[in-house]
T-cell receptor, first 114, second 113 residues
Framework: SAVISQKPSRDICQRGTSLTIQCQVDSQVTMMFWYRQQPGQSLTLIATANQGSEATYESGFVIDKFPISRPNLTFSTLTVSNMSPEDSSIYLC???????????FGQGTRLTVV | DQQVKQNSPSLSVQEGRISILNCDYTNSMFDYFLWYKKYPAEGPTFLISISSIKDKNEDGRFTVFLNKSAKHLSLHIVPSQPGDSAVYFCAASARGTGNQFYFGTGTSLTVIP
């Protein structure tokens, strides 16, 4: 299993500002994933972050809005840029187990944009 | 396009009775299915999984059933306990095509003491 520490756990931000979410894993992992869960919705994959290369974004998500850093095998950040109320969501980072049997999640960041 | 669907947003069950949570999927390439439990202010935690080569997997009070022809899976919790009250997500993946998990919208289970 993997232990994932994510911070902040919650924040209330003004529209037009940016928030950077940090994700720290207790072991080295090749890929880290960022998800968004909007109210009443499923977990939606934003992007996959590989160490040493640019993140791969899913349809509907762009790097300018959600820049991701992956400086090493245990850490990643997701920035939500130029926020609007529509960005109010829970953001989760995730890693996959060694034998790709399950995904492990951080506790999530509950973002409210006012 | 929602490839994994949980059509019941909520479910209430008496303590000691069986809870049945349902999940449907549309992508026939999915070959691995998981259930996650999520408490408020916490990330989802893995509960149980099943590979497409099986039709049942059991772990204590939790059993997952897979009906590939119907593209349907269900999670049975017997007996239900108040601590089981949480949001349950089903997830699916096609392991040969990448590492993405597709999640349903969740079912909020309330177990009434």
């Amino acid at each position: 299993s993997a232990v994932i520490s994510q911070k902040p756990s919650r924040d209330i931000c003004q529209r037009g500002t940016s928030l950077t979410i940090q994700c720290q894993v207790d072991s080295q992992v090749t890929m880290m994933f960022w998800y968004r869960q909007q109210p009443g919705q499923s977990l939606t994959l934003i992007a996959t972050a590989n160490q040493g290369s640019e993140a791969t974004y899913e349809s509907g998500f762009v790097i300018d809005k959600f820049p991701i850093s992956r400086p090493n095998l245990t850490f990643s950040t997701l920035t939500v840029s130029n926020m609007s109320p529509e960005d109010s969501s829970i953001y989760l980072c995730s890693v996959v187990g060694d034998v790709y049997t399950e995904a492990f999640f951080g506790q999530g960041t509950r973002l409210t944009v006012v | 396009d929602q490839q994994v669907k949980q059509n019941s947003p909520s479910l209430s069950v008496q303590e000691g009775r069986i809870s049945i949570l349902n999940c449907d999927y549309t992508n026939s390439m999915f070959d691995y299915f998981l259930w996650y439990k999520k408490y408020p202010a916490e990330g989802p935690t893995f509960l149980i999984s099943i590979s497409s080569i099986k039709d049942k997997n059991e772990d204590g009070r939790f059993t997952v059933f897979l009906n590939k022809s119907a593209k349907h899976l269900s999670l049975h919790i017997v007996p239900s306990q108040p601590g089981d009250s949480a949001v349950y997500f089903c997830a699916a993946s096609a392991r040969g095509t990448g590492n993405q998990f597709y999640f349903g919208t969740g079912t909020s289970l309330t177990v009434i003491p």
